[in-house]
């Protein structure tokens, strides 16, 4: 029986050479992982939402040669896709796992998205957590903490999300490989559907 579980083997994938080699560990032991998530949270963010939301794991299926260096279940109100939408997100990295709402460079709802962000500043600054991250690009592990961030900061992001045709813009948190190892699937369950419902109000700002 599958569990949600992130274990060192998962973390390891990322570190296996070749597209087909790393492709049958993401497969091994990540993805069983993710299908479970589908599961229990494309009905919960149907509840939580009002919409119905459909689960979409990575498959790579566009690389030829170089092996991803993440993958991620995407949940998105749509059966065919979720880029063209804004949509929530598990994933990994190879330093972490990370919990998302995105807004990626093909959604067509980020103009819209950017100027309901710009008008609710002082309450998006006042309550997303401290230790919830943004990120302006998916590709990137990186990101930065909600708390270091002036509002200036993050009206200038919420201005280039409507103005710049490859912005992104991305807040959730981020799970160190240290720590994520060591939770139950009990422990993932709670921690991501809290994450998701603190950042509902930004999923509903844009609809």
């Known amino acids: 029986m599958t569990t949600i579980t992130f274990k060192e083997e998962a973390f390891a994938t990322f570190s296996v050479d070749g597209l087909d080699e790393r492709m049958h560990e993401i497969i091994t032991h990540i993805r069983p992982s993710f299908s479970k998530l589908g599961d229990i949270f494309a009905p919960k963010l149907t509840e939580l939402t009002g919409e119905e939301f459909f689960p979409h ?49 093909e959604c067509s709802l980020k103009e819209e998205y950017g100027k309901q962000f710009e008008q609710e500043l002082e309450t998006i600054h006042e309550h997303i957590p401290a230790h919830f991250v943004w990120s302006m690009d998916h590709m990137k592990p990186g990101a930065t903490l909600h708390s270091e961030l002036s509002k200036d900061e993050l009206q200038a992001m919420f201005t280039r999300l409507q103005k710049v045709k490859k912005a992104e813009l991305l807040c959730g948190i981020h799970i160190p490989h240290e720590e994520a190892v060591m939770l139950t699937e009990e422990q993932w369950i709670k921690k991501i559907e809290e994450t998701y419902k603190t950042l509902l109000p930004l999923y509903k700002l844009g609809r």
């Open 57 to 105: 794991i990575a498959k790579h299926a566009r690389r030829t040669v170089n092996p991803p260096k993440d993958t991620w279940i995407a949940f998105a109100a749509n059966k065919r896709g979720y880029k063209m939408l804004p949509h929530f997100q598990v994933g990994l990295w190879e330093s972490h796992v990370f919990v998302w709402f995105a807004l990626i460079y």
